[in-house]
């Protein structure tokens, strides 16, 4: 071989291909900028594009999925689930936050009920717990599994006033009560004296390494007079090994905590209760986010409560953006009609494709350093990385968190035989006219007024107007399993890409060097699976 083509026309040597393509006046597929042209292509949605292979340098575990949340808040992974109330209570809300992510608890209840389930979060993982629940010596064994019943743990510090700051007296746990016969015996009679303490001013990591030699399962914080300051558990301690991404404050160790609200004025009680019970990140729940409801509410937010992190929404243009930017949000939610269970779009004819709402409005935030959330649309792990590839902070998932171990509700069985559980848009019907959580008892009247109907601007109107379908969603299992595999999935595709990190891929896309590609209808049809006789199973992780 002399390094010419056997049909005698020239051929460059091997050598050099490298060199040759440097001579191409652009690299291989279009820029972000060519791809998101409305005048010329469209409204686009995550399924009409593709990224294109960069080079891999490195293993994919070392991909950093590091992502903000908002102006003040960072995530080990670019994760949050929906608030709606067949996805996000207490269980999903502790395993998104203990994951990395966050989860945000909904509305479509009671005050009480919604804070109930924000101090459940705050409490389940801690460095020092600076308000433990104290009780008395003369507190019964009943009362005592009935605070453990309340709140989920059963090992409380017990004080000679049964309040914080007083003298320290002993311990009960679960065993000193789980078989005990005289349920009306006081817990003096039952709990551990032989106490190991740490004295006030000692720092989390000594206090661990006095917990852990220990062998006790909780380390009172006491002052030079003995009365109790602080409490810090061994559950604590094993958790933070266990999941060494959770979503903390800084100081505190607390997951984080994020809940929705609307934008009535009676939501300024709702949230003084949830900012009373530890919330960390309020969502302002609206399908419109660009009103003036919102505007006097986010306002008024920053006014009360200088350190709580507001994120607005939802938006979809640069317009509406700007407008909550100027109002002082701290983070944007992004989405109108996308969602699987929203129907807006159909019934309403506004929104927009959810690929060009999440690059026009996350390029005009990004300008004022605020973070947005792309809500909707997520089906799968590509979806996951054109919407950070585009812009987002985070993603927020709603349908493919719903049918979780973690998620409310119970299985049931389908007429196929597989578990499954109920999945509704909140602006379906069925949770408009929520009983239970405030919803229409008179429908001729419209009484209706819980967040469904108050996130889709509905109270008062004497029909509601469906903007969502529910319906049911096959099981997915436990979070703890699912999520790990979403954050796998996102490091090896950016591996693929050559970015090892979001905010490289993000930074890779602004300067044109992560290429993408338009899929016509065809190259979709080819990109997904076939050629097979009968059904196929689409495992996806094991």
């Not at 395993?95 to 009480?112: D, F, P, R």
């Not at 007083?166 to 746990?173: C, E, Y």
């Not at 004296?193 to 399962?217: D, H, M, R």
Request: hydrophobic letters at 40%; glycine letters at 12%; one cysteine or more.
């Amino acid at each position: 071989m002399n390094g010419h083509a056997t049909n005698g026309d020239s051929a460059h040597s091997a050598s050099k291909a490298l060199e040759l393509l440097k001579s191409y006046e652009s690299r291989d597929g279009i820029s972000v900028h060519d791809l998101m042209d409305e005048a010329k292509m469209g409204g686009l949605t995550y399924n009409d594009f593709l990224l294109l292979p960069g080079y891999i340098g490195f293993p994919a575990a070392q991909v950093d999925m590091t992502s903000k949340l908002t102006k003040k808040i960072t995530l080990k992974t670019p994760f949050t689930s929906s608030p709606m109330d067949t996805v996000t209570e207490t269980d999903m809300a502790i395993h998104m936050a203990l994951l990395g992510g966050v989860g945000v608890i909904h509305h479509n209840c009671s005050v009480e009920q919604q804070a109930e389930m924000v101090r459940k979060v705050k409490r389940f993982e801690n460095g020092f717990i600076l308000d433990p629940i104290v009780i008395s010596p003369k507190t019964t064994v009943r009362e005592t599994r009935a605070l453990k019943q309340r709140w989920g743990f059963g090992g409380f510090a017990v004080t000679e006033s049964g309040k914080l700051r007083s003298k320290l007296v002993g311990i009960v746990t679960p065993r000193d009560v789980q078989f005990h016969q005289d349920a009306e015996s006081p817990v003096s009679e039952v709990m551990s004296t032989e106490l190991v303490t740490a004295p006030e001013g000692v720092n989390l990591q000594e206090a661990n390494e006095i917990l852990s030699k220990s062998k006790k399962g909780k380390l009172p914080i006491v002052d030079a007079n003995g009365n109790l300051i602080a409490l810090l558990s061994r559950s604590d301690l094993m958790k933070n090994i266990s999941y060494p991404h959770a979503s903390k404050l800084p100081g505190t160790k607390q997951l984080l905590s994020a809940a929705a609200i609307g934008t009535r004025p009676q939501d300024k009680d709702r949230l003084s209760a949830l900012v009373e019970a530890g919330l960390d990140v309020v969502i302002l729940d609206s399908s419109q986010g660009n009103s003036m409801y919102q505007i006097e509410m986010i306002r008024w937010i920053k006014s009360e409560f200088k350190d709580l992190e507001v994120i607005g929404g939802n938006v979809v243009t640069r317009e509406q953006a700007a407008a909550l930017i100027d109002a002082g949000v701290d983070g944007l939610r992004i989405g109108m009609g996308a969602g699987s269970a929203c129907i807006t779009q159909e019934v309403m004819a506004v929104g927009r494709p959810q690929a060009t709402s999440v690059f026009r409005v996350c390029e005009f935030a990004s300008r004022f350093g605020v973070p947005c959330i792309a809500d909707g649309g997520i089906q799968n792990v590509g979806h996951i990385v054109k919407a950070l590839c585009l812009g987002a902070g985070t993603i927020m998932m709603g349908g493919l968190l719903a049918a979780c171990t973690e998620s409310p509700g119970s299985y049931t069985i389908g007429e196929d035989g597989l578990r499954r559980k109920v999945y509704r848009g909140m602006g379906s019907i069925d949770a408009m006219e929520d009983k239970a959580a405030g919803g229409a008892t008179d429908k001729a009247g419209n009484v209706a007024k819980n967040a469904g109907t108050a996130r889709y601007f509905s109270e008062g109107d004497k029909l509601l107007v469906a903007q969502g379908v529910s319906g049911s969603v096959l099981d997915r299992g436990s979070i703890n399993k699912f999520l790990p595999y979403l954050s796998a999935g996102v490091q090896h595709s950016l591996q693929d890409i050559g970015c090892k990190s979001i905010a490289e891929l993000q930074e890779g896309v602004k300067a044109g060097e992560v290429r993408f590609e338009y899929r016509t209808a065809s190259a979709q049809l080819e990109g997904g699976v076939s050629g097979f006789a009968g059904s196929v199973e689409k495992k996806l992780y094991s």
